[in-house]
T-cell receptor, first 112, second 114 residues
Framework: GEQVEQRPPHLSVPEGDSAVIICTYTDSATAYFYWYKQEPGAGLQLLMSVFSNVDRKEEQGLTVLLNKKDKQLSLNLTAAHPGDSAVYFC???????????FGAGTKLTIKP | DPKIIQKPKYLVAVTGSEKILICEQY?????MYWYRQSAKKPLEFMFSYSYQKLMDNQTASSRFQPQSSKKNHLDLQITALKPDDSATYFC?????????????FGKGTRLTVV
């Protein structure tokens, strides 16, 4: 079945810097790609979703890049601030299948 | 106001006992799900229901039984609890069971089995 590897598991960056999280997936039939944010004691918040025909998507300081050739998905947070501190998860799903497969998560800490 | 309500927030259970995790959603969604997050594994898909019918079951053990008494309810009954069942269980929902419809997650029930 689909496997999603996420790195790094922990990431600490100074406020104002950029943070990059990378995921690789195994199934070339993967069609939908997601990034979720989880704050302590909270559920998962969907940050962005992209379909496989999109290589790049930007929204509110977040950039998602999709490299289908290398089966790689990345999230770039620009100008990070302390409120961005959380655990971030990449996730994927297939056509006609609502099951979401998650990466292991990246704990992001933004240092003031 | 939270639109997906999970109860209880924290739960401690004795090995061998049975517990029910409650989930209600007020988003008008037709599909509901259970996911599990443990210390040893990433978030794992467990079940999906659409219009109160089981669509997918990725849980190997029959000790885990979803129960849908109403369209907006999907409870999770766990029997013969084991310490390895300790995890945070997330309920989720989406408009329908199709991929790429946004899935909304509850805040989870943190289960500890002692």
């Amino acid at each position: 079945g689909e496997q999603v590897e996420q790195r790094p598991p922990h990431l600490s960056v100074p406020e104002g810097d950029s943070a990059v999280i990378i995921c690789t997936y195994t199934d070339s039939a993967t069609a939908y790609f997601y990034w979720y944010k989880q704050e302590p004691g909270a559920g998962l918040q969907l940050l962005m979703s992209v379909f496989s025909n999109v290589d790049r998507k930007e929204e509110q300081g977040l950039t998602v890049l999709l490299n289908k050739k290398d089966k790689q998905l990345s999230l770039n947070l620009t100008a990070a601030h302390p409120g961005d501190s959380a655990v971030y998860f990449c996730a994927v799903s297939h056509y006609g299948n609502e099951k979401i497969t998650f990466g292991a998560g990246t704990k992001l800490t933004i240092k003031p | 106001d939270p639109k997906i309500i999970q109860k209880p927030k924290y739960l401690v259970a004795v090995t061998g006992s049975e517990k029910i995790l409650i989930c209600e959603q007020y988003l008008g969604h037709n599909a509901m799900y259970w996911y599990r997050q443990s210390a040893k594994k990433p978030l794992e898909f467990m079940f999906s229901y659409s219009y109160q019918k089981l669509m997918d079951n990725q849980t190997a053990s029959s000790r885990f039984q979803p129960q849908s008494s109403k369209k907006n309810h999907l409870d999770l009954q766990i029997t013969a609890l084991k310490p390895d069942d300790s995890a945070t269980y997330f309920c989720a929902s989406s408009q329908d069971g199709q991929a790429n419809t946004e899935v909304f997650f509850g805040k989870g029930t943190r289960l500890t089995v002692v």
